[in-house]
């Protein structure tokens, strides 16, 4: 009798594959999924940054007061530039109203608080980027694994049945190689967007820190005229 036809398409090839390699393609494809939910998310996140920080310079050097700047803004969900200026004011005008008399040590705690903002900003902007690195990394050694895994199988059952023809081989190696398929359609991504993405955050954040050193000059002149 005719042996009956192999379904090779992608759903057949899954659903003829062992359990271990059906558990290494859904989790190949699961994290693709959220791979790409990472990398939508950051882009807009990136874009409405960089338009933020347009919009908050362009009000600072407009030649409004820190003061009426600084109203405008306390109480209200910063981040980025609008982040550190509260902070750094926030620490300013508590320091004048307790009576501070050290220049220096006003310098350094205002110094301190921006450092902190900077570096919240900075694990907010790179929050999940690891993810993207480590699918990058292991996303073809997973691949891999299913592979082989599925390829074992496949010999396995060429052993029990002492036939190997083509059209008995053939079925399971495809489903042992989709796993590595799918491992490099999730990893080759995830590498791109961790770099671009890494490369954004990290411009974000010269631009940010940029900005806290000639904020933190300001408040230097500032103390000095008050001394």
Not at 97 to 125: C, F, H, N, Y
Not at 147 to 168: K, P, R
């Amino acid at each position: 009798m005719p042996e009956a036809a192999t379904d090779v398409s992608l759903l057949g090839l899954f659903g003829q594959a062992h359990i271990v390699v059906k558990i290494v393609i859904l989790g190949l494809v699961a994290s693709s999924v959220w791979c790409w939910a990472i990398i939508v998310d950051k882009v807009l996140l990136y874009r409405r940054t960089n338009l933020a920080m347009d919009r908050f310079e362009k009000v600072f050097w407009s030649g409004q007061s820190l003061e009426d700047l600084f109203r405008s803004l306390q109480g209200r969900a910063t981040t980025t530039m609008a982040a550190v200026f509260v902070a750094a004011m926030r620490e300013w005008k508590r320091s004048f109203e307790a009576g501070a008399k050290s220049p220096i040590g006003l310098q350094m705690r205002i110094d301190k608080v921006i450092d902190v903002t900077i570096s919240r900003e900075e694990e907010r902007l790179e929050r999940r980027l690891l993810f993207l690195a480590t699918v990058g990394s292991a996303g073809p050694f997973v691949g891999l694994f299913g592979t082989v895994w599925g390829i074992m199988t496949s010999f396995q059952a060429i052993a029990a049945t002492s036939n190997t023809s083509l059209a008995v081989v053939a079925p399971g190696i495809a489903e042992a190689l989709l796993a590595t398929a799918l491992g490099l359609l999730a990893a080759i991504p995830a590498v791109v967007a961790f770099n671009k993405l890494s490369n954004s955050a990290g411009t974000i954040t010269q631009r940010l820190e940029g900005f806290a050193d000639e904020f933190s000059a300001i408040l230097s002149r500032q103390i000095d005229e008050r001394s």
